[in-house]
Each structure stands twice: as C-alpha cells, then as structure tokens.
Nanobody, 125 residues
Framework: QVQLVESGGGLVQAGDSLRLSCAAS????????MGWFRQAPGKEREFVAY????????YYADSVKGRFTISRDNAKNTVYLQMNSLKSEDTAVYYC??????????????????WGQGTQVTVSS
C-alpha cells in the first residue's frame, strides 16, 4: 500500500510555470505506475499524464502535450508534474494516483487504486 501527498499548487498568471510534487510513502514506490489527473468545478476528473513504474514510458493528454512533463525519482519516492505555459483552462484540483496492477488503462481513473488529497492550481488570465 502507498500513501500519496501532493504539493506545489498555487495561484499563477497565464503563461507562468508550476511544478507539482507527489510524495509517496512505502518501500515499493518503484513498482507503481503513476498518473496525474485533474478536476475542475462541475467537471469530471480527467487524465493529464502517466509514467510507468521505471519512468521509461510516459503519456499525455492532448490538452497538455508539449506544455507539461511528468517525471519521477524512485530514490526519493516522488513523482513530478512540470507545468509550463499555463492557461486559464488548466485551473483545477490536481491529483496524483498510483497502481501496481499487471493490467490497466493508463488514462482511466478507475485503474488507479491510490490517490492523494489533491492540490489546487489556479491560473488567472
């Protein structure tokens, strides 16, 4: 089992950058695939980015491709989301999530068993 705690959110202006962090407890973090999701008010939770357990594979939602970068440091039990060129439509609560299943959909929230509490990102235009 793993516990996840996000940090790094805040209020920024359009065009600015933020880096979110997700710190994981437990000694098996390196066996977990990780994802970032976000949820805006009145909208469903949506996929943002995915990284495999080794970090060798990543995948992004089209809406963030080229602007956001997911990475992980298994020695520090941490996954990151570097967000550049932020837009007002990026405003949402951002969640990190993890799973250690053998088979899963990287973009489906239902494939993830562990979730952080979320961190608010607000982008003013």
């Amino acid at each position: 089992q793993v516990q996840l705690v996000e940090s790094g959110g805040g209020l920024v202006q359009a065009g600015d950058s933020l880096r979110l962090s997700c710190a994981a407890s437990g000694r098996t973090f390196s066996s977990y695939a990780m994802g970032w999701f976000r949820q805006a008010p009145g909208k469903e939770r949506e996929f943002v980015a995915y990284i495999s357990s080794s970090g060798g594979s990543t995948y992004y939602a089209d809406s963030v491709k080229g602007r956001f970068t997911i990475s992980r440091d298994n020695a520090k039990n941490t996954v990151y989301l570097q967000m550049n060129s932020l837009k007002s439509e990026d405003t949402a609560v951002y969640y990190c999530a993890g799973n250690n299943r053998r088979s899963y959909s990287s973009t489906d929230p239902l494939s993830y068993d562990y979730w952080g509490q979320g961190t608010q990102v607000t982008v003013s235009s």
